[in-house]
């Protein structure tokens, strides 16, 4: 029996193409959120979610050391004493500073 090595190359060349086409499909990431990409400020906490602006809702990122929760929003003073609160969907997380 001979072996057809044209074949067998065009086949091995295929299944290369396919893993490494599944490898760069399935190893990227999804993209980062907001707070992600301010992780080098000096803040304990990042908060994603929407306020209330002009009577209507917008997305905001916000970064404090300190946040006060109730049944359906949270909120903190800003640096400048005003009250910002966050109305529920939101997100926390915990600021790991990268420097």
Not at 67 to 86: A, G, M
Request: charged residues 20%.
């Amino acid at each position: 029996m001979k072996i057809d090595w044209k074949t067998t190359w065009i086949y091995f060349i295929q299944i290369l193409a396919g893993i490494t086409l599944g490898y760069i499909l399935a190893g990227c990431k999804q993209s980062k959120s907001g707070c992600d990409a301010y992780s080098n400020v000096d803040y304990k906490y990042c908060i994603e979610g929407k306020v209330i602006h002009r009577n209507d809702t917008a997305d905001a990122i916000a970064f404090t050391d300190q946040f006060t929760s109730t049944k359906d929003s949270i909120y903190y003073y800003n640096s400048d004493s005003s009250l910002v609160s966050f109305i529920a969907p939101y997100k926390i997380y915990e600021n790991i500073s990268r420097k």
